[in-house]
């Protein structure tokens, strides 16, 4: 079935009759977005339903992936993109008397992340769909997605981010699909017809209401679902209190219920443990438990063949309670015993690590486990003796019982849980699969070495080359065709044309279209005027530590203080653009922000930098922002202290728009060198291994009396800028630590070597013809990191699962 121009323009007209009974000629754009969204969704509510039926015939084996984060953007475009619709939606909405950049430009974000790993869980949506796989993806319908960011006097300030008042549109909330979940309450046991029956009482009923969102495949008719699951109170209000006056009291349990669903967590790579985040947990993973077996025994009759036809893969360790709720499942509900419970549950969960950073390991406290959950409690008590005792047989070392112990001390340990559960258990780069392997779990790894694996992350290349930049894909088009679409390693016939003058300078002038393009935006968005001349050297992703934003920081400072000491100095014109949330609760995270812009007001405002230095915030950086800027960039600044960033997704969005690395060998940017070699990229820096040895002796405040140039940038940390503000915090930070090791991330030591990287930059591209052409190899060698790539990965060696060749 193909979709006109005019059906669709008769789909909108009838959606905005039937839904806000107006005409176009009255409509907002919200309303047109909504309109075409709606429309879409119809659709792909048709093939969904013929998907199903085609996976419930053929008995295939199900994909569930499991993520408290989908961190999706927009999905107008991206929708009628896979669907082929793109032109027809496009010229629809015109001849409706709109513009259609304008109407795509209306649909919220639907920031349901933080950062990365959100971003990940909905590219590998699009990849799961695209490769035919049947796949659900689960979460929470929170009220509200990651905070809006607006910058005041240099400082971040939060705004709440009510996304459903125009996203709604693509939900389809499916009440009779609700799923009861229980907290709290007390455990006993009974016996019934010589069985020892577990009897959960007095606990607390909240709803679990399933809003699924479909999501389509590129050049397939095959539909994936989404499923965000919303909370409610199953209890109307108690009109006994309301009837004394106690408004606010006979609400209560209703309210605490709702407030399940109501914010994501703001923090990226942090481990906080609040008793609300432990009921999303729950929440989450039981409502979704719940679905997926009363599904599998609708077709089934039983759950003894779960794991053959089902596999779940857990996003970090924030869905790991799946791993006791299923043995609950299996041996409360369906009557199993433990043995046959657990041989089924060790078969059908496979978990990815996402970070090596010891704050962001999930470690909860027993107390709130025993309140909260006491039947979950009994059985990771259980979970954890058994698995003790299988490690005390294997090792007889009480030093690794300790460190690979479900529960400990009253604290019970997420990862360890894992992996004493789950059938895998992957890093997310090369290197990063390697830490795990050899450090972080390393006495589980010489247990079960099998169990430990690696996928490289990808991202999903058709939104992130041939969706945002259609300047960039029509030239890959014109010299390999569109088989990269589909298949990501065709682009590495893009490597021929790297001595065609003409294809450069064609890449050269796309890069210098989207420049205008971003420079034009950014103007209209926050009022800054771009020097579109200069290099755009662009560092956007969460703020942390550990990405270094503060090395950059340091440089800018030292190329500022060269300017004051010979104004007329040779100087290539360079644009420093930084784009970050930081977690509120984040203090260090937010003063580098307020430093930042700091900078950039003195830099910006200051004659001798005109036309050649300029720094600029970028606020309120999300994934509609970055569809802007990625193929505007020029420079990537990937610049993490090595063996930290687990994989980064970012770099690879970069690369794949032919923005030159700037970075250090961690995460991914290993895999990255291993491809384009030295001369493709600008490698700088500590290896993982050599700042694992250099921690054991560092001392950052020698090599601040050693280097000059890096003792004048610091102490300009003390005096500030013209706003007055001094980051002394920071310089003291990086010196003497305080409540941490002194500079724990090693900017100082990996300074001189960055420095000289970014003049290789500056150099470089002078030389046009040369940047060009790395830029082509750049683009060229991207396509391993698609995230079609990693679905088969993932597909071949975890799941085993057939999907699209
Ligand atoms: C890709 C992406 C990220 C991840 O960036 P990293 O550089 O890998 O940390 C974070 N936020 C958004 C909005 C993204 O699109």
Not at 133 to 138: D, E, R
Not at 697 to 715: A, F, G, M
Not at 766 to 789: P, Q, Y
Request: a negative charge.
């Amino acid at each position: 079935m193909t979709y006109t121009k005019d059906a669709l323009k008769e789909a909108i007209q009838q959606k905005l009759r039937l839904n806000y009974g107006c005409t176009e000629k009255q409509a907002t754009d919200g309303e047109i977005m909504k309109a075409c969204a709606l429309a879409l969704r119809d659709i792909m509510a048709v093939r969904s339903v013929d998907t199903q039926e085609k996976t419930q015939e053929q008995q295939e084996k199900r994909v569930h992936y499991m993520s408290l984060e989908f961190l999706m953007g927009r999905s107008l475009m991206k929708n009628a993109y896979n669907l082929g619709i793109l032109p027809q939606l496009t010229q629809a909405v015109e001849e409706l008397g709109f513009s259609a950049p304008d109407i795509f430009d209306m649909e919220p974000d639907a920031g349901l992340g933080n950062g990365g790993l959100g971003r990940l869980a909905a590219c590998y949506l699009d990849s799961m769909t695209t490769l035919d796989i049947p796949a659900t993806g689960y979460s929470i319908c929170y009220e509200l997605g990651i905070f809006k960011q607006k910058i005041v006097d240099g400082q971040q300030v939060e705004l709440p981010d009510d996304w459903l008042n125009l996203g709604d549109a693509w939900l389809m909330p499916k009440p009779q699909e609700a799923e009861e979940i229980h907290f709290g309450g007390r455990v006993r046991t009974r016996w019934d017809n010589g069985h020892l029956m577990v009897v959960h009482e007095d606990y607390t009923r909240v709803l679990a209401i399933p809003c699924d969102m479909l999501v389509a495949g590129y050049n397939t008719d095959h539909v994936n679902t989404l499923r965000l699951w919303d909370a409610k109170s199953p209890k109307p209000i108690d009109m006994q209190l309301f009837s004394q006056g106690q408004y606010l009291k006979a609400n209560e349990e209703r309210a605490m219920a709702d407030s399940i669903s109501t914010i994501l967590y703001p923090e990226d790579n942090h481990y906080e443990g609040k008793s609300l985040r432990l009921k999303q947990q729950y929440f989450f993973v039981s409502a979704t438990l719940q679905s997926i077996t009363r599904q599998h025994i609708q077709t089934y009759g039983t759950l003894k063949n779960f794991h053959e036809k089902n596999v779940i893969q857990i996003n970090d360790t924030h869905p790991a309670l799946v791993i006791p709720e299923l043995m609950r499942i299996l041996i409360d509900d369906a009557g199993l015993s433990w043995d046959e419970a657990w041989d089924i549950t060790r078969h059908s969960v496979a978990y990815t690590n996402h970070t090596v950073l010891a704050e962001a390991l999930e470690s909860w406290p027993q107390q709130l486990f025993e309140t909260l959950l006491p039947r979950i409690w009994q059985i990771m008590q259980e979970i954890a003796r058994r698995w003790q005792q299988k490690v005390d047989d294997f090792y007889h070392d009480p030093k690794k019982t300790e460190k690979m112990a479900v529960i400990w001390d009253g604290v019970v340990h997420m990862a360890n849980l894992c992996i004493a559960g789950g059938m895998a258990v992957n890093g997310v780069s090369a290197l990063h699969s390697d830490i795990l392997r050899r450090d972080v779990f390393r006495d589980a790894c010489g247990m079960e070495p099998d169990k430990f694996r690696n996928v490289t992350n990808g991202v999903d290349h058709r939104r992130w080359i041939s969706q945002i930049n259609p300047g960039l894909d029509g030239l890959i088009r014109d010299c390999i065709g569109d088989g990269y679409l589909t298949h990501a390693g065709c682009l590495s016939d893009l490597d021929r044309f790297a001595g065609d003058a003409a294809v450069l300078s064609r890449l050269e002038q796309i890069k210098g279209d989207n420049k205008q393009a971003f420079a034009r935006w950014a103007k209209r968005q926050q009022g800054v005027t771009l020097n579109t001349d200069a290099i755009f050297n662009v560092q956007v992703k969460r703020l942390h530590e550990y990405k270094r934003q503060l090395l950059n920081v340091l440089h800018i400072i030292s190329l500022y203080q060269q300017l004051q000491d010979d104004p007329n100095m040779d100087f290539r014109p360079q644009t420093f653009l930084f784009g970050a949330k930081a977690a509120p609760g984040y203090a260090v995270a937010k003063r580098i922000i307020r430093l930042i812009n700091s900078l950039a007001d003195q830099i910006n405002s200051d004659p001798i930098c005109r036309d050649k230095l300029q720094v600029v915030f970028l606020e309120n950086y999300r994934v509609s922002m970055a569809e802007m800027l990625m193929p505007a960039s020029e420079v990537s600044q990937q610049i993490s202290t090595a063996g930290k960033e687990a994989s980064g997704t970012g770099n690879m969005k970069f690369m794949m728009n032919g923005a030159l690395t700037l970075g250090t060998l961690d995460g991914a940017n290993v895999e990255m060198h291993q491809v384009l070699g030295d001369e493709n990229m600008f490698l700088f820096g500590l290896t993982a291994d050599e700042a694992a040895r250099l921690r054991q002796s560092y001392d950052p405040y020698l090599l601040y009396t050693r280097d000059p140039v890096l003792h004048r940038v610091l102490d300009q940390l003390k005096t500030g800028f013209r706003d007055g503000v001094s980051y002394e915090d920071l310089y003291q930070r990086l010196l003497y630590g305080a409540d941490c090791p002194a500079d724990q991330y090693l900017l100082l030591a990996d300074f001189a070597s960055y420095c000289a990287a970014s003049h290789r930059v500056v150099d470089t591209y002078a030389d046009r013809e040369k940047w060009n052409r790395m830029s082509l190899h750049n683009i060229a060698r991207s396509g391993i990191f698609s995230a079609d790539r990693s679905i088969a990965d993932y597909a071949d060696t975890i799941w085993h699962v057939p999907y699209k060749k």
